[in-house]
Structure formats: structure tokens, C-alpha cells
């Protein structure tokens, strides 16, 4: 076996981490994130949220099975970089047709192999998400780090527009035609609109820039927010999108960036996390049923209510917004993260998770069967005075 090209690994705070190159030949940069899960490589190098991040797996041994035609979660690798520490000789999946180091090559994604993945994991822990250079072409690992500092931050972030469709497109409804949904498309995952499609749902997806007008010119029952990367805070276009819906008592539905979209509307705020969470093994605790979801992640951002702070308990109440009540819906048990929201007064629900399960455990998929039975009660409960303004909650609305 010829012997790999030296690579180095250099983190912001100077922490240096010696490998081989995997994949393509070159440099890059990014935030350093890790991911837990020990499945779904594909469904994670091709997830757009994961765009201008460098991926760390935690998994000792990645590319096992190769890769196929079926698993991307878009149509490409949005990873900036990867880092393995175990990758496999030879990719071994009835369902393969490649191999995963030269998928990486062929879309020039920079990697590095051989990394003690254990203790970059640790050390991101330890000191939070930082930012990050790979390089198989720079030796000195002084001259990369003054380029990783120079490199962008995940924090103020503005990225939907990067990785957002460029024309609508349509994903039909299998079977009976029951509903039409908008998917506002901040960088959207495959299984979402196919999820829907099993529940009779056509879904139209629009791009990031597009207007509420635009949404419901399609016939749309429903809105949902899709998944996608960057910092929430810097999107006021979905923000003031989402606010109108909620006016027009429009059903809304919103996953992950989605969810914090729909929380800022609602009136909260949102904050980075240390080194967030990815992975497929994260337990949330439902609360309208009690019961513990075995649940997929991938967000560094998240949903800020009242009354909690790092770490604490997030209370079991009713908070008041311009739209109505709002309940925190779900919570995560590792470390009391708000994982869902849930309006009392108008149709709408968030969860800051990935029920479409691309990969990683089904547990949450009854939450895509919510919004619909949220889009039938919304059709049985129509009043006559469509579009009015909402006037619960605080007077500004």
C-alpha cells in the first residue's frame, strides 16, 4: 500500500493534531465540530447544515460500507473538511458504488486520516467549537495557524443563501393528495419532503429569499422551516417571514435552524453552544407525553426562554408572546437544552432535532403524523375572517 501524503491539523488555540491526507489534496478551513454518530457518514458529509464546518468523527472506522447513489441527504458534500481516524482499506455494502476517499477527492473535499480522534474530541469539549485548518500542502504548523485565525467565524454567519435552492421544485405526495406544504428552504434535507410525501403531503420548496406571498401562492396549507446552517440570529428575512405566518395563523412546522427561526419569532432569543451537538443518540424528553426520544442532532445553536440558564431546568410553563402561549415541548436530558417549542394559541411547533432521521433512529418520526393532524385541525377549525391580525399576547404584535 503506497504510503499517505503528511497532513496537520491546527485549531485556533495553536493545538496541533499530525495525520495523513484523506480525500483531496489541498488546505482548508472551518469550525471544528465532532459527531457521535458510528453510522450515516454519507447522510452527514452531504447534510447542508454542516456547511463551512470541519467534521470530526468520533467513530474509529469510516467508509466501511463505501457510498452510494441513495443516501445523500442533497446533491453534494457541503462538509469543509474531514477528519477520520481509522479510514477503511476497502469499502464493502451491496448498495455501494464507490469508495468514500475518492468521493472525497472527486469533490475536493480536504481531509486528514490517522488523527487521535479521541483526544480532538476531548479537547473540543473541553475548550468549545474553534476554528480550524487542515492543510497536506503546509508543513509549518505556525504559518497555518495565522491563516486559521484570519479564517471567518460560525458566530454572525449568514449562510442560508449559500445553500439554498436556486428554483422551486416539487416532491409529490405518495398515494392520496392530502395537504400542500412550503418548505422554506434554508438548507433542506431529502428525507424531510419524503417523510411528508408518506403522509400524502406534495411539498414545494422554495428558496431562502422567498416571501410569504410566494409560499402560499403555491396553495400551501402549511409552512415548514427547514434545517440549515449558520447563525440564527442573522436571519431576519425567515424571522420576519415566520412572524406573518404566525400573524395569518398559517400552521407552522420548523426543525433545527428552522426551530430557531420560528423561536426568534416568536420573541426569544437564541445563543451558541460550547461545542453543540451531533450526533444520533441524543435522549429528549417529550413532555406532552413522557416519554424519552432516542433522537438525531446537528445544531452549535439554540432556542434562549425565560427563566433558564446554562444547565437549568427549563420551567414547565405557559410564556406569554405576541402571538399567544408558548410552551417548551421537548427538553434535552444531557444538559436541559430547549429542543422544542409549541404555541398554545396559533398552529405552530418546533423541535430543534431531526425526526427525518437521515440517519439515525426513527423514535421522532410520529412528529411529521403532528403536523399533519396540526394542518387538519387548522382546515376543520377555518373561521371566516382569514388573514385577520392576531391580538393575543403583548400589544405590539
Given at each position: ?23 483531496s489534496v489541498g488546505e482548508t478551513f472551518g469550525e471544528a465540530v465532532f459527531n457521535t454518530g458510528m453510522t450515516g457518514y454519507q ?17 474509529p472506522h469510516i467508509g466501511n460500507t463505501g457510498v452510494n447513489g441513495e443516501d445523500d441527504e442533497s446533491g453534494r458534500i457541503w ?234 431546568v427549563v420551567p414547565d410553563q405557559v410564556i406569554d408572546t405576541d402571538f399567544g402561549g408558548v410552551r417548551v415541548s421537548h427538553v ?66
Amino acid at each position: 500500500m503506497a504510503k499517505r501524503r503528511p497532513a496537520i491539523l491546527v485549531l485556533e488555540d495553536g493545538r496541533t493534531f499530525p495525520g495523513e491526507a484523506y480525500g483531496s489534496v489541498g488546505e482548508t478551513f472551518g469550525e471544528a465540530v465532532f459527531n457521535t454518530g458510528m453510522t450515516g457518514y454519507q447522510e452527514t458529509l452531504t447534510d447542508p447544515s454542516y456547511h463551512r464546518q470541519v467534521v470530526v468523527q468520533t467513530a474509529p472506522h469510516i467508509g466501511n460500507t463505501g457510498v452510494n447513489g441513495e443516501d445523500d441527504e442533497s446533491g453534494r458534500i457541503w462538509v469543509a473538511g474531514y477528519v477520520v481516524r481509522d479510514p477503511a482499506r476497502i469499502g464493502s455494502n451491496w448498495r455501494a458504488t464507490g469508495g468514500l476517499e475518492d468521493r472525497l477527492a472527486t469533490e475536493g473535499v480536504v481531509g486528514i486520516s490517522g488523527v487521535d480522534t479521541r483526544a480532538l474530541t476531548r479537547h473540543l469539549r473541553e475548550r468549545g467549537a474553534m476554528r480550524v485548518g487542515i492543510s497536506s500542502v503546509e508543513k509549518d504548523p505556525q504559518s497555518l495557524l495565522a491563516r486559521v485565525r484570519q479564517a471567518p467565524q460560525m458566530t454572525g454567519a449568514d449562510l442560508s443563501a449559500e445553500v439554498t435552492t436556486a428554483e422551486p421544485y416539487v416532491v409529490e405526495a405518495l398515494g392520496e393528495h392530502r395537504f400542500t406544504v412550503a418548505a422554506l428552504d434554508l438548507g433542506i434535507k431529502r428525507n424531510v419532503p419524503r417523510r411528508l410525501a408518506t403522509r400524502g403531503v406534495t411539498t414545494h420548496v422554495l428558496p431562502a429569499s422567498s416571501t410569504i406571498e410566494q409560499l402560499l401562492a403555491t396553495g400551501a396549507d402549511a409552512i415548514f422551516l427547514s434545517p440549515g446552517p449558520g447563525d440564527p440570529a442573522t436571519a431576519d428575512g425567515p424571522v420576519a417571514l415566520a412572524r406573518e405566518a404566525l400573524r395569518r395563523e398559517v400552521p407552522l412546522f420548523g426543525i433545527c435552524f428552522g426551530s430557531q427561526i420560528l423561536g426568534r419569532a416568536l420573541g426569544f432569543g437564541t445563543y451558541k453552544l460550547g461545542y453543540g451537538h451531533r450526533g444520533i443518540n441524543q435522549p429528549v424528553l417529550d413532555r406532552a407525553t413522557g416519554k424519552v426520544e432516542v433522537t438525531s442532532h446537528n445544531h452549535g445553536f439554540a432556542v434562549e426562554v425565560p427563566g433558564a440558564g446554562a444547565g437549568a431546568v427549563v420551567p414547565d410553563q405557559v410564556i406569554d408572546t405576541d402571538f399567544g402561549g408558548v410552551r417548551v415541548s421537548h427538553v434535552c436530558l444531557n444538559d436541559n437544552v430547549v429542543e422544542g417549542l409549541r404555541a398554545v394559541d396559533v398552529p405552530a411547533f418546533t423541535v430543534q432535532y431531526h425526526p427525518e432521521a437521515a440517519a439515525g433512529p426513527h423514535d421522532a418520526d410520529y412528529l411529521f403524523d403532528r403536523f399533519a393532524e396540526l394542518i387538519e385541525g387548522r382546515a376543520l377549525d377555518r373561521r371566516p375572517s382569514e388573514g385577520r391580525t392576531h391580538s393575543k399576547g403583548r400589544s405590539n404584535a
